[in-house]
């Protein structure tokens, strides 16, 4: 059995984008289409879009010395709260800045 079936979003790949089930299984993204049998937990998504996360190549997170303007731990929950997964920072308040 899968071990989650996202049901009814709008799944974004590279080939486009259509309505569709996303199956998971062990973590890893195990199959898309319409219908697809039932999993260990069922997400609804109908009305949402579901793709893949995205990546932040440049962040400034302002450490050391600023984490009053954003820290790597608000900034990353933030991030994580917007769909990224993966986030390169530009430090600031290096020599050279970048």
Not at 11 to 30: C, F, Q, R, W, Y
Not at 34 to 50: C, K, M, N
Request: charged residues 15%.
């Amino acid at each position: 059995m899968t071990d989650v079936v996202v049901r009814g979003g709008t799944v974004v790949t590279p080939e486009g984008v259509n309505p569709a089930d996303l199956a998971i299984e062990d973590g890893v993204i195990s199959g898309i289409g319409p219908e697809l049998a039932g999993g260990f937990q069922e997400i609804d998504a109908r009305g949402l879009f579901v793709f893949p996360g995205m990546i932040d190549v440049h962040v400034h997170f302002n450490e050391p010395g600023h984490t009053e303007w954003e820290g790597a731990a608000t900034g990353s929950r933030a991030l994580a709260a917007g769909g990224g997964t993966l986030f390169f920072d530009m430090p600031l308040n290096s020599i050279p800045c970048t």
